[in-house]
């Protein structure tokens, strides 16, 4: 069965301050790792896709890895707009439904 | 937002009264997907549709039907609501690159 976790499940920052998510998964085969960000009261917004171990994508102060057990969101100088719920999910290569498996996320609270 | 409109917003109903919420996308997306969103479980699938009138299950279809008669248009249905049923429910369809795009959500109370 595919599982995916993610840490921590809430994380507050002061604004400026650097800091990690992590997405660890077990699945049977990885076809993609997904990450969304998610506001109050609305549905998750794509931000990136990574596929294979070393991958990297970066947009504005967000940067996602990908290794073969985990992937990390990175935040380099977060502002208080970046406060939000991130979620990971994976996609793998059994069914042809191309499902996504989510993790349960991360409540990112920055303070200015 | 990939033209992705749920509909209703907000509901309210009572036990035992079937429920149909509807999803309706305008980029002739082939696949669609039902999800809820309850805390502490992420999101998980329910059903969805890979083309007109071909549908399959998710994780979480029992107390759930769904049904596509036009690409545009994917509907979900609570045969017979149950308490267990409050959640948020979120339409997606995928895109070119297998991600999937969701839309606002319906927030569904069963009292």
């Known amino acids: 069965e595919d599982q995916v976790t993610q840490s921590p499940e809430a994380l507050r920052l002061q604004e400026g301050e650097s800091s990690s998510l992590n997405c660890s998964y077990t699945?049977?085969?990885?076809?993609?790792l997904f990450w969304y960000r998610q506001d109050p009261g609305k549905g998750p917004e794509f931000l990136f896709t990574?596929?294979?171990a070393g991958e990297e994508k970066e947009k504005e102060r967000l940067k996602a890895t990908l290794t073969k057990k985990e992937s990390f969101l990175h935040i380099t100088a977060p502002k208080p707009e970046d406060s939000a719920t991130y979620l990971c999910?994976?996609?793998?290569?059994?069914?042809?439904?191309?499902?996504?498996?989510f993790g349960s996320g991360t409540q990112l609270t920055v303070l200015p | 937002d990939a033209g992705i409109t749920q509909s209703p917003r907000h509901k309210v109903t009572e036990t035992g009264t079937p429920v149909t919420l509807r999803c309706h996308q305008t980029e002739n997306h082939r696949y669609m997907y039902w999800y809820r969103q309850d805390p502490g479980h992420g999101l998980r699938l329910i059903h969805y549709s890979y083309g007109v009138k071909d549908t399959d299950k998710g994780e979480v279809s029992d107390g759930y039907s769904v049904s596509r008669s036009k690409t545009e248009d994917f509907l979900l249905t609570l045969e017979s609501a149950t308490s267990s049923q409050t959640s948020v429910y979120f339409c997606a369809v995928r895109g070119g690159d297998n991600e999937q795009f969701f839309g606002p959500g319906t927030r569904l109370t069963v009292l």
């Open positions: 699945v049977s085969g990885l076809r993609g």
């Open positions: 999910a994976v996609q793998t290569f059994s069914g042809s439904a191309r499902q996504l498996t």
């Open positions: 990574l596929y294979s």
